[in-house]
């Protein structure tokens, strides 16, 4: 059981880095890939709060399974 919780922990901690690394701060998603020009703050919207809510959701995942693997 131990290494199944070892194994999931390393595959959030991939998932999460690259959902960090797909975020960039002050420009658009499509900046990313090429396309924009302006650099200024806006709010998140579509795939942009999506990447977002499953960066904090593997982040708190991330540390349950860090303190399971901890304590058991």
């Given at each position: ?66 303190l399971s693997n901890l304590l058991f």
């Amino acid at each position: 059981m131990n290494s199944y919780s070892l194994y999931a922990q390393i595959i959030v901690a991939v998932l999460l880095v690259a959902s960090i690394l797909l975020q960039q701060r002050g420009t658009a998603l499509g900046s990313s890939f090429g396309g924009g020009e302006g650099t200024f703050f806006a709010t998140r919207r579509g795939i942009q709060q999506k990447l977002y809510a499953a960066t904090v959701i593997l982040g708190i995942l991330f540390i349950a399974l860090s303190l399971s693997n901890l304590l058991f």
